[in-house]
């Protein structure tokens, strides 16, 4: 599986790492630094999550907000286009990936660690839109043999994985999992179908089959034999008539009542199969879940400011601390090695999203076409001070127009 994008460092780690390295009587500048363009990075996120918020009440209204306005179903889908839209976009922005849907048809054909066979409509299949980020190969022990054994199994896992299901009547649904083996993907779906596995069926009907066998044999054909007999004497198959007395009726009673309970008893059988294989479903799905709804986007939204900032400042860091230009692939390289050497993490580091964001502040030269080099820290500082002082200041006296909105900055 190829690298990726995913830095598994907080933001907060990744400005003390870069400040290791700093000359000391340059770190306080440089954590100033860190400091002024964290905020800018925030600014822009909680704009742009206002926004989205404002789409997703549209399609998922709160309980306890109101709605100026009724929505119409233009409204519904304007707000359904932005929010599939902004939602790739930040997944993308948070080092997700998206999982296409031919990993998760193998998810459904491949076996599962939950012991449970699971089925879904292929409209939802389709529709679904799922991410994943942070892979990792486990090992787990799980029972064999009836639980008599135990045996390690090897898997691939997800540290999250973000799922997106659009639903007839413009609902969606939106939830968040961690620690998701690859496997059982399919779990994920909301309105998944508990099935029996051909070992559960085995577990019931073989038992079945043979009690039914036992019953049928020793009371059900005794008891029915006067009422086959009386049948064949009144179809002209007998000659001699047969009697039922109030003791074969009594038998007759009593074998169709074990049958009866026997087929009652294989039902519950099979409908406690049924609710044990729900029950292990829903305990597995209850610990993953982080995050529904609303919150799903406060999270990513929290995450792709985090890989945002971490981007940016790495960009700004290795190009600064590095005496001659470097090219976005020599970047790439200088950073990956460093975090592979030093801290034992391989990633897939993307140098361009990073200059194009310095490039916006201002923060860069270009000595040669190509190759970049980062300004000094006091001449930075200074122009992350001007960007952040031009966010909320007025336009000229006489010329604020009404219902204008504040300059916004833009770091990326």
Excluded at 15 to 29: H, N, Q, T, Y
Excluded at 91 to 108: L, Q
Excluded at 243 to 265: C, K, N, P
Excluded at 321 to 341: K, M
Aim: charged content about 25%; overall charge neutral; proline content about 5%.
């Amino acid at each position: 599986m190829e690298a990726e994008h995913f830095l598994p460092f907080r933001k907060s780690a990744v400005i003390a790492l870069c400040a290791e390295e700093v000359p000391a009587k340059e770190r306080e500048s440089f954590l100033e630094f860190a400091r002024l363009l964290a905020a800018l990075v925030h600014h822009r996120y909680h704009l742009r999550g206002d926004a989205l918020l404002d789409a997703y009440q549209v399609l998922d209204p709160a309980a306890d907000e109101r709605a100026v306005h009724p929505a119409t179903t233009a409204d519904y889908i304007v707000a359904q286009q932005i929010l599939e839209r902004e939602l790739v976009e930040l997944a993308e922005a948070a080092d997700f990936t998206r999982i296409d849907t031919a990993e998760i048809r193998r998810a459904f054909a491949e076996h599962s660690l939950v012991k449970v066979r699971l089925a879904v409509d292929d409209q939802d299949l389709d529709a679904a839109l799922f991410f994943r980020r942070g892979v990792a190969e486990r090992t787990e022990q799980v029972k064999w043999l009836f639980g008599l054994r135990r045996r390690a199994i090897e898997f691939t896992c997800y540290s999250k994985v973000l799922v997106y299901i659009p639903r007839l009547g413009g609902e969606v649904v939106l939830k968040l999992f961690r620690d998701v083996p690859r496997n059982d993907l399919e779990m994920l779906y909301p309105n998944v179908r508990v099935g029996m596995r051909p070992l559960d069926k085995l577990l019931i009907g073989v038992p079945a089959m043979i009690s039914g066998i036992i019953v049928i044999a020793t009371k059900l054909i005794a008891a029915l034999a006067p009422v086959l007999l009386l049948l064949a004497f009144w179809a002209g198959l007998r000659q001699e008539s047969v009697r039922l007395d109030q003791t074969a009726l009594i038998s007759l009673a009593a074998g169709t009542g074990a049958f009866g309970g026997y087929l009652f008893r294989q039902f519950s059988k099979f409908k406690n199969r049924k609710i044990k294989l729900l029950k292990t479903l829903s305990e597995h799905l209850y610990f993953r879940n982080l995050d529904n709804g609303a919150g799903v986007f406060h999270h990513l939204l929290d995450a792709a400011e985090d890989a945002d900032l971490k981007q940016i400042l790495l960009t700004y860091h290795f190009l600064n601390t590095t005496p001659h230009p470097l090219t976005p692939a020599d970047l790439d390289t200088q950073i990956e090695s460093w975090f592979h050497s030093r801290w034992n993490t391989t990633f897939d580091f993307e140098a361009q999203s990073g200059i194009q964001a310095l490039k916006s502040l201002n923060l860069l030269t270009e000595p040669h076409p190509g190759t970049y080099t980062a300004l000094p820290l006091p001449t930075a500082i200074t122009h992350l001070d001007t960007h952040w002082d031009n966010i909320f200041r007025p336009p000229p006296t006489g010329k604020r127009k009404t219902g204008a909105a504040p300059n916004q900055d833009h770091t990326g």
